[in-house]
């Protein structure tokens, strides 16, 4: 004979509050552990290929286990800085990992392929006469960990205001944030995100993806700050009146 569940059995089951923390649910602990670990992993690797090509090398190829380590370390970040400032809000997606899928993944695969190709096939030569290889490196360098504590910062700062989704409606402790680093800068998660990406390209010597990394990171953000800047508007009655007094300080982004 059947046995069938009884409504109350279905209806508990149905509002679970553990749900979303299941394997495939949007919150699992499942997920979030593995991509953890995993970017440990490849955190690990980057850093001691990094570090082994420096010491036993003179080959440039460091720069690209340090681009990857840049990159585990700037997902991981994602995650983490959500999950202790904006706790409710954090989830699978607060890792980026598949954000603008492909493209994203495009993107850092053709950096990787340019680094390697031009390192290996052009190993004594440079795309920066006169030794400026070495300023654009210390440059990149001082973009990549800058931009990082930046972007880091401000959605500490933040706390629960801050969303990686555009947001169109105005919440409960949704706040207008003009003091701190904010009261440098608007948007500066963007500000810090914008320079990161670019000093990475600087780090693997890439004149191509340089170029291609600034158009696309600079349209991105100039679109999504005008669109995200109308729905502030609506929802604070002061942020006209901020926006006049505190640039993005992003290149042609007033």
Known sequence: MEHWPDSDA???????????????QPKSLEGIALRSFWLGIALA???VATFS??????SPLWRLPFFWGALSTFHFLEFW????????????????LTANWPLYAIAHASASI????????????SWAPLYIGHILLLLGLMLVFIGQLIRATSMMQLGTSFNHI???KKNDDHVLMTTGIYGVMRHPSYFGFFWWGIGTQLVLGNPICFLGYTIVLWKFFSGRIKVEEKFLAKMFDDYVEYKKRVPTRIPFIP
């Open 10 to 24: 279905l209806q508990s089951a149905r509002i679970s509050p553990d749900k979303p923390y299941f394997p495939g």
């Open 45 to 47: 690797l980057s850093a």
């Open 53 to 58: 090509t420096l010491l036993f090398s003179s």
């Open 81 to 96: 800085t959500t999950a202790k400032y904006n706790t409710r809000q954090a989830n699978i997606d607060s890792f980026l």
């Open 114 to 125: 340019e680094c390697l190709l031009t390192k290996l096939l052009w190993t004594s030569r």
């Open 166 to 168: 555009v947001q169109h």
